[in-house]
């Protein structure tokens, strides 16, 4: 099956600072997405990204289907953006989805 | 987007006793919904595979006869946590099938604490 890796495992900003989420798979997917799951649990889609770039106000994503891996951009941290990122992917959408170890973002005032 | 509703959110129930939890696809139908569980500090893993009108399938190392999967509708999927324990205890989270729109649509998720 497809192996994820993500990276760093933890990370721990100051609030308005930049970070660089990354996601590594080891074989071709049709689909990827980030998620960002907050301290109640609750798993908010932020990007469906396939391949190509997208924003979404202070995030944005990158992915480089060919060369297998995923970027999620954090600029100008808020302490609401702590939580776990998940990359998550699935060939196609009968398929289960298979989630990345997740990076753990703390946001510090 | 779609909508995958769970219910309930958070259930504290006593160790022995059983716990449904359930999940309805609320703009669409769904032939296939997934369950999957997190430990804490931990990644979300799958459980099994349910499929309207037939069998679930389920994911090796799931206990098929402790978490029962009914999928009686193209709407609703429900998993049953039978004699709960401790052990029991995570975070459980369902996801449909859209078909058309082929991103991952989840739940709410439910937070089950067995005592």
């Known amino acids: 099956g497809i192996q994820v890796e993500q990276s760093p495992p933890d990370l721990i900003l100051q609030e308005g600072a930049n970070s660089t989420l990354r996601c590594n798979f080891s074989?071709?997917?049709?689909?990827l997405q980030w998620f960002h799951q907050n301290p109640w649990g609750q798993l908010i889609n932020l990007f469906y990204i396939p391949s190509g770039t997208k924003q979404n106000g202070r995030l944005s994503a990158t992915t480089v289907a060919t060369e297998r891996y995923s970027l999620l951009y954090i600029s100008s941290s808020q302490t609401t953006d702590s939580g776990v990122y998940f990359c998550a992917m699935h060939k196609t959408s009968y398929d289960k989805v298979i989630f990345g170890p997740g990076t753990s973002l703390s946001v510090i005032p | 987007g779609a909508v995958v509703s769970q219910h309930p959110s958070r259930v504290i129930c006593k160790s022995g006793t059983s716990v449904k939890i359930e999940c309805r696809s609320l703009d669409f139908q769904a032939t296939t919904m997934f369950w999957y569980r997190q430990f804490p500090k931990q990644s979300l893993m799958l459980m099994a595979t349910s499929n309207e009108g037939s069998k679930a399938t389920y994911e090796q190392g799931v206990e098929k006869d402790k978490f029962l999967i009914n999928h009686a509708s193209l709407t609703l999927s429900t998993l049953t946590v039978t004699s709960a324990h401790p052990e029991d205890s995570s975070f459980y989270i369902c996801s449909a099938d859209h078909r058309v729109n082929t991103e991952a649509f989840f739940g709410q998720g439910t937070r089950l604490t067995v005592v």
């Open positions: 074989d071709s997917v049709n689909n």
